[in-house]
Structures are given as structure tokens and as C-alpha cells.
């Protein structure tokens, strides 16, 4: 079965320009989860879905972040506009439903900000 | 509220030798306990979970770690160090207890990179 996949791998962009990032979560996952992980710590949950309604997104600057999952499958997290600190890789994961399924991550992309 | 935390950001051994990866745990409902692998410039790996079964949990790769509730840890382990084992080790615990907007989400320690000398 295929991965989750991402896209772009790699992004670099000035501040306060908008970028997006795209997830593919793994054919009949129905929760999708975008993480942060900013270098030398572990990823932290922005923003996690089930199908396409929003679960959580306690921990997304939602005055600068925002995502999707129009059709319940891709997903989409944009940031605008961005900040030195958003410079992080970005990962996406999804998880079968039931409460002892794991979640698969994605390779992330990896954002710098200049 | 639940908490994950990892000894040591970096372990070094031998190769052949013992690998320890410490994590304690925080957690107001019964906890739900992973351990995730990250090589250079690639997502996480699942290497095994704790889901309230057996205590002792097998995972991938001859890693193995132990629940124990009473010291709060679930602790990391492999007999011999392999050079291929060098990579970033993460801990999480996921809280089941709370059914709602938190179900399933990974709370994960910051981290513990192995080194491992020929």
C-alpha cells in the first residue's frame, strides 16, 4: 500500500510571503493530521481531521495558518503570511479509525524562512 | 494533561553494545504509548506501542520497551546497537480517556538522538 505522501519535499521563501503544503494520506484513512516540528524538538499537532471536518486545531495560529480537507481525502495547510519562526518541517500523518490503529507520517516538507 | 519526557537529547554506544532511550510520562487517563524512529530527512516510523496489553512490547528492528506504571516510564531498549540504528527516537503518549476533539492525537517528547561508534 503507498505511504503518505507530500509535497513540496523542500521550501524556501522570504517572510511574509504565503506558501502551502499538500498531504495525500494513505487510501481509507479518515483522520489526517498536519504537526510542526521545529528543529530539535518533536512534531506538535496544528490541526488534525476527520474526513473533512475539523477535529482539533487548538494549537493552529489560525491568524496566520490555515487547512483543509475539502473531499475528505488531500489536505492542504497554508501559511499566510509567514514568519522566521515558521521555518520547521511539516508533517502530515493519517491513521485508520479505531482506537489501536497507528498513525503513518509522511516525509514532510521542510520550510525555511528568510 | 498529558506530558512526555525523553533523558538525554543525545546517546551515544558502541556498536554491539546496549541501547537505553529513557522516557517518563505524564498522563491523567490510562495512556496510550508509542515509540517513533526519524532518519534524516524522512517522517516517523512506528517501532512499537503500548495499548494496555502486555507490558513488555516487541517492536521492529529487535527494539523492545516495558510499561511500567508505577515509575511512569516505558523505557527503550535493544540488546546490541547496529550502526543502522543511528537516528532520532521519539516517545508519545496518546490519552484515550478523553473521547473528544483529543482522540488519538500524540503528545511527543523532544527527542533522543543515537550515535553509534564502530
Known amino acids: 500500500e503507498a505511504g503518505v505522501a507530500q509535497s513540496p519535499r523542500y521550501k524556501i521563501i522570504e517572510k511574509r510571503q504565503s506558501v502551502a503544503f499538500w498531504c495525500n494520506p494513505i487510501s481509507g484513512h479518515a483522520t489526517l493530521y498536519w504537526y510542526q516540528q521545529i528543529l530539535g524538538q518533536g512534531p506538535k499537532l496544528l490541526i488534525q481531521?476527520?474526513?473533512?471536518?475539523?477535529?482539533?486545531d487548538s494549537q493552529l495560529p489560525k491568524d496566520r495558518f490555515s487547512a483543509e480537507r475539502l473531499k475528505g481525502v488531500d489536505s492542504t495547510l497554508k501559511i499566510q503570511p509567514a514568519k522566521l519562526e515558521d521555518s520547521a518541517v511539516y508533517l502530515c500523518?493519517?491513521?485508520?479509525?479505531?482506537?489501536?490503529?497507528?498513525?503513518?507520517f509522511g516525509p514532510g516538507t521542510r520550510l525555511t524562512v528568510l | 494533561a498529558q506530558s512526555v519526557t525523553q533523558l538525554g537529547s543525545h546517546v551515544s554506544v558502541s556498536e554491539g553494545a546496549l541501547v537505553l532511550l529513557r522516557c517518563n510520562y505524564s498522563s491523567s487517563v490510562p495512556p496510550y504509548l508509542f515509540w517513533y524512529v526519524q532518519y534524516p530527512n524522512q517522517g516517523l516510523q512506528l517501532l512499537l506501542k503500548y495499548t494496555s496489553a502486555a507490558t513488555l512490547v516487541k517492536g521492529i528492528n529487535g527494539f523492545e520497551a516495558e510499561f511500567k506504571k508505577s515509575e511512569t516510564s516505558f523505557h527503550l531498549t535493544k540488546p546490541s546497537a547496529h550502526m543502522s540504528d543511528a537516528a532520532e527516537y521519539f516517545c508519545?503518549?496518546?490519552?484515550?480517556?478523553?473521547?473528544?476533539?483529543?482522540?488519538?492525537?500524540?503528545?511527543f517528547g523532544k527527542g533522543t538522538k543515537l550515535s553509534v561508534k564502530p
Open positions: 508519545a503518549v496518546s490519552g484515550w480517556g478523553n473521547y473528544g476533539g483529543s482522540q488519538g492525537n500524540l503528545i
Open positions: 481531521f476527520q474526513n473533512n471536518g475539523v477535529v482539533d
Open positions: 500523518a493519517s491513521r485508520r479509525t479505531g482506537r489501536y490503529n497507528e498513525q503513518f
